[in-house]
């Protein structure tokens, strides 16, 4: 029997056979859902595409259509890459893709926390170092305090910011760092529970 039926069980026991028809518009969302995800595999760079566990097919194509115009052609090509991606499955790939984006979404939101504590400390006081050293206390105190005395003197004398793009590498890895145990802990909670 074709799995597209429905039956339908009448009094007198007799089995009546309906054809069900493919919803189009649901079809129609999923070709488009899988043309989208083969344009965002076609943006990202080749050594991390190749992390993905893509049929060879998919990955040459997304390769190939990186580097084409947006026209005919190009199109053509990510319809093929939604067709071969149809016939495989495209949750872990999904997974994998969120992971990137989220871990690129954590990159600039500790970009721009360094940059905040490095504005605050150069034209801050003292009480903004202390400030940062309570909320991360890895921090090297005496290397911390000669970077911010650098970077303040090269501001007062209108210098090259040398010194402050040194403090603001320092923050970075000590916001990095802060952000890796808060996930490690996170983990190791949810898998008590």
Do not use: C
Not at 15 to 35: C, D, G, M
Not at 114 to 119: C, I, N, V, Y
Request: proline share 4%; no cysteine.
């Amino acid at each position: 029997m074709n799995e597209e039926q429905d039956y339908y069980y009448e009094e007198d026991d007799e089995v009546e056979y309906y054809a069900v028809r493919p919803n189009k518009t649901r079809i129609k969302k999923e070709i488009a859902a899988l043309f989208d995800l083969g344009e965002e595999l076609s943006k990202l760079s080749p050594v991390v595409l190749d992390t993905f566990d893509l049929p060879e097919n998919v990955r040459k194509s997304a390769l190939e259509v990186a580097g084409m115009p947006h026209k005919g052609a190009r199109k053509r090509l990510l319809k093929y890459i939604a067709g071969q991606l149809h016939k495989t499955e495209v949750e872990p790939i999904l997974e994998k893709l969120a992971r990137i984006k989220n871990q690129s979404a954590h990159g600039i939101r500790e970009h721009h926390l360094a940059e905040r504590w490095r504005d605050r400390l150069i034209q801050g006081n003292n009480d903004d170092l202390a400030e940062l050293l309570d909320q991360m206390p890895a921090a090297d105190s005496q290397h911390l305090r000669q970077l911010v005395r650098n970077a303040q003197k090269e501001a007062a004398a209108m210098k090259p910011p040398k010194s402050s793009r040194l403090l603001y590498r320092y923050l970075k890895e000590l916001v990095s760092g802060q952000a890796e145990e808060t996930m490690e802990a996170e983990e190791g909670r949810d898998e008590d529970e």
